[in-house]
């Protein structure tokens, strides 16, 4: 790779702006060692395995100067050894392959954000010991700390004029365990409970709650914050994302826009009714824009506000249906003057994401289209065009109005940065992070495959082969499943279920996009809501039938591979394959549906994907529970292999502890791994290295 041009800035020594470093802050911060170097012998060897994935650099939070001359971004990269990894900032010129390094090692950096005239390019990060707001120039030098507030903040958004900040903070609102609620019982450990929800995603609710707070700069430092949810029992942003693009300041630095769900308990539980707030800084009053009796009715998720730039409009994403977390995602325009919402969108029958107005009276949105990821443009009068084409993603982009720098992925290749002509939709390469890895390790072909589905429809599938791949070979063979139920098969690169991993392993890999997944309308999509086990299994089958008829795929060594849903298919496909497959994985999988309804905790997500819950009478949720997968162990004659997680608490870990017991007790060969410190997805280096060491183990002793 050609070497980079670096600037180390040791941070703790720099004092600026009559800013002062923390005070508690007793020792220099140590920069994490990196060192992504391939090694000689895997230089040699020519194989895409965990190891050398680990090493790649996630590329992520582009942001266009002001000026248009240049962008930043982060990279991330890992250390093995020590089991962490360290998010540093890049910053490079637009038509310059060059790239140079403006943070050091010592802390994680994120949520960059330029200033009115890209003199300085504020950030969050880590480096004095927990989340603070920092700045620097784009020259490297001047390093400064602008915020100090007492245990760190967790997100900032800034005014355009830069006299006022937001920041975010997880507080104490209510008591929810017993030595809060009995100070004489110190020691105990009870945690006490009158409504729903107990616990979401991944923690137990403490009475802890994300809260915004508006801040004066002051000299270049962030004052006291003013917390504009005092004592309110609920998230902004919204739980358990935390996503800031749920906040925006508009461009004269007098109203709040922000993205909550203000309902508790067990209304919380089963809606996903989140509206938009306005702050106003002045007076201090809060209103909910999606109530008012000129709006009609807004019963679904409102979030995402993005203001125009006369802060006349408000751009906003709205799903209709209250308990549908995957409804289409509307792009809505909220008008100040008059009150009244429109409809962007309403012709074109696919979600609109990461929406940016262009300065021309014009929004750019990201909308995925047929499999891939695609940018997108509406104007006020609902007309929508597709600016992009190709087999690729494009998942972020940022913009100034001229110029557009735009986060791609394929199968075949990790985050990028490239370059978008909006006029023409040409993309041009801008990084090439991961070069080197390219350059010495194959990646696998990957082809776009149409397969009759037994009712007549087409459905577009990805076949990734082995980087070897000969045709007068037989090869074992896997179908993927995946999870969601709602998520789209596309041009994604996953550092968790890796199809080119799987495939460099000497597997050939069959992706179907089945009934209920996005970017094929909203009528494949809403197909799976009330029939897990109806027609999208029967595409998934569709599908592996079709490949497997292929002289290169071996009929008598296919598996069967899935997590969340797709672990729930791989659960139900182990009772219903008719001696197709030789070997399944499961991850954090649903296995006994009625279990699974009053385990989990958005019950939103249950309730429409099932019917409603399992003492219900009517016919789709009977249907539901009749085909949960733990019916039909007695069918069960498959080695398969179970993975879970302690703290996963969307599919809990239970839902697993079942599935093995099942399958011990049928004395089918299996294997249960339960990481201890993970939820529903693996995420901690060396955990992924024993998670793909576990997989492979498996399919290669009953595929190989």
């Known amino acids: 790779m050609k070497r980079k041009s670096i600037l180390l800035l040791i941070a703790a020594t720099v004092i600026i702006s009559g800013c002062m470093q923390n005070a508690n802050q ?80 010592t802390g994680n950096e994120s949520n960059l954000q330029w200033n009115a ?38 997100g900032f958004g800034m005014t355009q004029d830069g006299s ?29 409970y009158d409504d729903l929800m107990a616990r979401h995603w991944d923690h137990w609710d403490e009475g802890n709650y994300s809260h915004i707070f508006v801040a004066d700069i002051k000299d270049g430092r962030v004052d006291a914050g003013k917390d504009i949810m005092e004592g309110e029992p609920w998230d902004a942003p919204l739980a358990p994302y935390f996503d800031l693009s749920e906040i925006s300041w508009n461009h004269a630095g007098t109203q709040l826009a922000y ?55 408000l751009a906003i994403m709205s799903m209709r249906r209250p308990g549908n977390e995957s409804d289409k995602e509307r792009l ?67 913009t100034n109005g001229n110029k557009c720098i735009a986060a791609v992925t394929r199968i075949d290749r990790a985050t990028e940065l490239f370059d978008i002509d909006v006029n023409t939709g040409q993309l041009s390469q801008a990084t090439n992070i991961n070069g080197a890895i390219y350059e010495n390790i194959p990646m696998g072909k990957v082809e776009k495959r149409m397969v009759r589905t037994t009712d007549g429809k087409e459905m577009l599938a990805w076949v990734i082969f082995p980087p070897d791949f000969d045709p007068n070979k037989k090869y074992p063979t896997l179908l993927y499943c995946q999870g969601g139920p709602q998520s789209v098969v596309s041009q ?13 392993q000497g597997y050939i890999i069959v992706a179907p996009n089945r009934r209920g997944l996005p970017s094929f309308g909203q009528e494949w999509l809403d197909q799976i809501s009330g029939d897990y086990s109806g027609q999208n299994i029967r595409d998934y089958l569709s599908a592996i039938d079709d490949v497997s008829k ?69 016919p789709v949720a009977k249907r539901s529970y009749a085909n949960s997968p733990h019916k039909f162990v007695t069918k069960w004659d498959t080695p398969i292999l179970i993975i879970t997680s302690f703290n996963d608490f969307r599919v809990p870990y239970t839902q697993s502890l079942e599935a093995f017991t099942a399958a011990r007790l049928r004395n089918i060969p299996s294997r249960l791994v339960v990481f201890e410190n993970e939820a529903h997805q693996i995420f901690k280096p060396q955990n992924s290295i024993v998670w793909n060491r576990e997989f492979f183990g498996w399919l290669d002793k009953y595929l190989k």
């Open 26 to 105: 007793t020792e220099e911060p140590k920069a994490l060692k990196i060192n992504n170097a391939l090694t000689e012998a895997e230089i040699s060897a020519k194989l895409f395995t965990p190891e050398v994935m680990w090493k790649m650099g996630r590329v992520a939070n582009n942001t266009i100067s002001p000026a248009g001359d240049k962008f930043a971004y982060t990279i991330t990269y890992y250390n093995m050894e020590e089991n962490k990894g360290v998010t540093s900032i890049y910053i490079q010129a637009f038509g310059d392959k060059e790239l140079v390094q403006l943070t050091d090692n």
């Open 117 to 154: 005239d890209g003199s300085r390019l504020f950030f969050l990060s880590t480096r004095s010991g927990d989340g603070q707001i920092w700045s620097i120039s784009p020259d490297g030098i001047g390093l400064t700390q602008h915020s100090f507030i007492d245990k760190g903040i967790d």
């Open 164 to 192: 006022k900040v937001f920041y975010t903070q997880v507080i104490p609102v209510t008591k929810q365990n017993s030595a809060a609620i009995y100070p004489d019982m110190a020691e105990s450990k009870a945690k006490i």
């Open 259 to 313: 993205s909550c769900k203000k309902l508790t308990g067990r209304a919380y539980a089963v809606s996903t009714d989140s509206d938009i707030y306005l702050y106003d800084t002045a007076t201090g009053q809060t209103t909910n824009i999606c109530k008012k009796e000129n709006v009609s009715e807004l019963p679904g998720y409102e979030k995402y506000p993005v203001w125009s730039p006369d802060d006349k409009l």
């Open 332 to 398: 809505f325009v909220w008008n100040s003057a008059d009150g009244s919402m429109k409809d962007l969108t309403a012709t074109f029958d696919y979600n609109a994401g990461n929406v940016v107005w262009n300065g021309n009276g014009e929004l750019y949105f990201i909308a995925p289209i047929a499999a891939t990821h695609q940018l997108c443009k509406v104007n006020l009068a609902g007309n929508v065009t597709v600016i992009t084409a190709g087999d690729h993603d494009i998942n972020a982009f940022s």
């Open 492 to 504: 994604s690169w996953s550092y968790r279920w890796n199809f080119q991993l799987m495939a460099a």
């Open 550 to 618: 292929e002289p290169w795929s071996d009929e008598a060594r296919l598996g069967c591979v899935g997590a969340s849903y797709g672990g729930y298919s791989a659960f139900f496909l182990a009772g219903n394959h008719n001696k197709r497959f030789k070997a399944f994985i499961a991850h954090c999988g649903i296995f006994n549906l009625e279990s699974m309804f009053g385990s989990t905790e958005e019950l939103f997500f249950v309730t429409n994907d099932l019917g409603g819950p399992y003492w219900d009478e009517n």
